[in-house]
């Protein structure tokens, strides 16, 4: 399962990065105003900072509009992926951008029957929302189990990007899943290497390191 951050802090994925384990970067327009910065100025620092995909979302809502916005997005490094929302206007805009060789990004999915229209329209990615299911007491992963059945039922390539990952529980029951990649902040990131058994054996471990006088270098 690849792993994207979803952020659009730059401190944040640069210590990240450095574990190896960030395959790509995911912002929205809220992400941008928690930064502070200009979407096209950050955005081009991530994807100088990051090889893999990096998601940047239009803010137009007619299909000509967001075509023309993902085509300028698309301008800023050949690692973007063009977020569009799943709407019909959205759905339009990707047949156009996946079409002229663009990674696009479907957003804000909720249903199994969006999701198929999104691999219709040639999407590289569809991100459906687990947290904001959860919100409303419906089970989120439910939702990522029926569009992994409805994919590969018709061999759709487009990949399935969980998001609104709130939890490190959410990530590992997507992997358990076969989704194809999630997107997490990176607090919930970091927290995925913590255990407390692994924190009491490292510290019994060395203390009979110091004990042992163990020297290796
Ligand atoms: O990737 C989508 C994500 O940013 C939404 O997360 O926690 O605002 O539902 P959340």
């Not at 805009?93 to 079409?99: D, E, F, I, N, Y």
Request: proline content about 3%; hydrophobic content about 45%.
């Amino acid at each position: 399962m690849k792993f994207f951050v979803d952020t659009a802090e730059i401190d944040a994925i640069a210590e990240l990065n450095d574990t190896g384990m960030v395959d790509g970067v995911t912002t929205n327009p809220s992400l941008i105003l928690k930064s502070g910065r200009d979407i096209l100025e950050v955005t081009k620092e991530i994807c100088d900072l990051v090889d893999g995909p990096v998601s940047a979302e239009v803010v137009a809502t007619d299909a000509d509009d967001m075509i023309a916005e993902g085509r300028k997005l698309a301008t800023i490094a050949d690692n973007i992926a063009v977020k569009l929302p799943l709407t019909w206007d959205g759905l339009k805009a990707c047949k156009v951008l996946s079409g002229e060789g663009n990674m696009v990004n479907v957003t804000l999915c909720f249903s199994g029957n969006q999701a198929l229209l999104a691999a219709k329209a040639g999407a590289t990615f569809i991100s459906p929302f687990i947290g904001r299911l959860d919100d409303m007491s419906i089970d989120g992963l439910d939702l990522i189990e029926d569009i992994r059945t409805i994919y590969d039922n018709y061999g759709f390539e487009t990949q399935i990007l969980a998001a609104s990952i709130r939890s490190v529980n959410h990530v590992q029951d997507c992997a358990k899943i076969g989704a194809d990649v999630m997107t997490a902040p990176p607090d919930v990131i970091k927290k995925l290497a913590g255990h407390p058994l692994t924190d009491k054996g490292l510290e019994q471990f060395l203390k009979d390191a110091a004990k042992a006088d163990i020297k290796i270098v």
